[in-house]
């Protein structure tokens, strides 16, 4: 089944960015999977307690569950930015 699935970050408590009045900003928080219909995961998950400021949450910085295949070329660049943590 292809869907889209997505992002769940954690880390937020730690993440340097967020303590220096950073903010996440959400660019495109899913990615578009390939997985069996009975394994469908409810997201994919990143931890975020290292970002700073002026750093993104890019595709290729994704771990995926052996179950889930991210369908790089046609649907995902691996490059393509999810989230970026902003300056307010």
Known sequence: VKLRV???VI???AA????RQGYLYPVKPYVTCVVDSDEVPPYIEHDISTMNIGQSIRIRDL??????????????DPNETLY???KL
């Open 84 to 86: 970026k943590m902003i």
């Open 63 to 76: 771990v995926f569950p052996d179950s889930v295949k991210a369908l790089l070329g046609q649907f995902n």
């Open 11 to 13: 880390g937020q408590d």
């Open 16 to 19: 340097p960015g967020l303590k």
């Open 6 to 8: 997505p992002l769940l």
